[in-house]
T-cell receptor, first 110, second 118 residues
Framework: KQEVTQIPAALSVPEGENLVLNCSFT??????LQWFRQDPGKGLTSLLL?????REQTSGRLNASLDKSSGRSTLYIAASQPGDSATYLC?????????FGTGTRLLVSP | DGGITQSPKYLFRKEGQNVTLSCEQN?????MYWYRQDPGQGLRLIYY???????QKGDIAEGYSVSREKKESFPLTVTSAQQNPTAFYLC?????????????????FGDGTRLSIL
């Protein structure tokens, strides 16, 4: 059974800092890995999707990497801003469904 | 604008009552999903549907029922058999079509319905 773990559970940083969020999964037989953002009381917004054959994806200040063989992904956020404060979730896609981690709650203070 | 609409935003259930959560999408997506989110836990899949008039149980289907009579709509009923229904319920959709389980299209989410017990 696929299990997804995210570390740390919570992170607080000052504005402008670069940071890394970690995601690990137990079964490397995945089709893709997605990173989502969730604001309080809201749904999920897709940030990046990395296919199993890819090593990384970039969107603006966000860069996600995937090492399928070791079961790890990282989300790198450059020059963090207070507007980046949210919960970040990773999810891996197996056969027909996504399996989610429990998320990292990020607070960026001005 | 295309998107997913969930209603109501907040819902209260009395003991012994069934309640239905609405999910409508105008993205022309084939696949739709229902998830439950509890504090400190990841999203868990309740039901999913890859085509009209067909749906599959997810990991926690007991106490829930769904229908998929139209491509745009995937309502979720929380029955009285669900002993602990208090949670945040999220509906999602994706382009994935039946038989294409390896699609690399992202899932799109609605804004959720928060269900509580009276």
């Amino acid at each position: 059974k696929q299990e997804v773990t995210q570390i740390p559970a919570a992170l607080s940083v000052p504005e402008g800092e670069n940071l890394v969020l970690n995601c690990s999964f137990t079964d490397s037989a995945i089709y893709n890995l997605q990173w989502f953002r969730q604001d309080p009381g809201k749904g999920l917004t897709s940030l990046l999707l990395i296919q199993s054959s890819q090593r990384e994806q970039t969107s603006g200040r966000l860069n996600a990497s995937l090492d399928k063989s070791s079961g790890r992904s990282t989300l790198y956020i450059a020059a963090s801003q207070p507007g980046d404060s949210a919960t970040y979730l990773c999810a891996v896609k197996g056969f027909q469904k996504l399996v989610f981690g429990t998320g990292t709650r990020l607070l960026v203070s001005p | 604008d295309g998107g997913i609409t969930q209603s109501p935003k907040y819902l209260f259930r009395k003991e012994g009552q069934n309640v239905t959560l609405s999910c409508e999408q105008n993205l022309n997506h084939d696949a739709m999903y229902w998830y439950r989110q509890d504090p400190g836990q990841g999203l868990r899949l309740i039901y999913y549907s890859q085509i009209v008039n067909d749906f599959q149980k997810g990991d926690i289907a007991e106490g829930y029922s769904v229908s998929r009579e139209k491509k745009e709509s995937f309502p979720l009923t929380v029955t009285s058999a669900q002993q602990n229904p208090t949670a945040f319920y999220l509906c999602a959709s994706s382009i994935d079509r039946a038989g294409t389980s390896n699609s690399n299209q992202p899932q799109h989410f609605g804004d959720g319905t928060r269900l509580s017990i009276l």
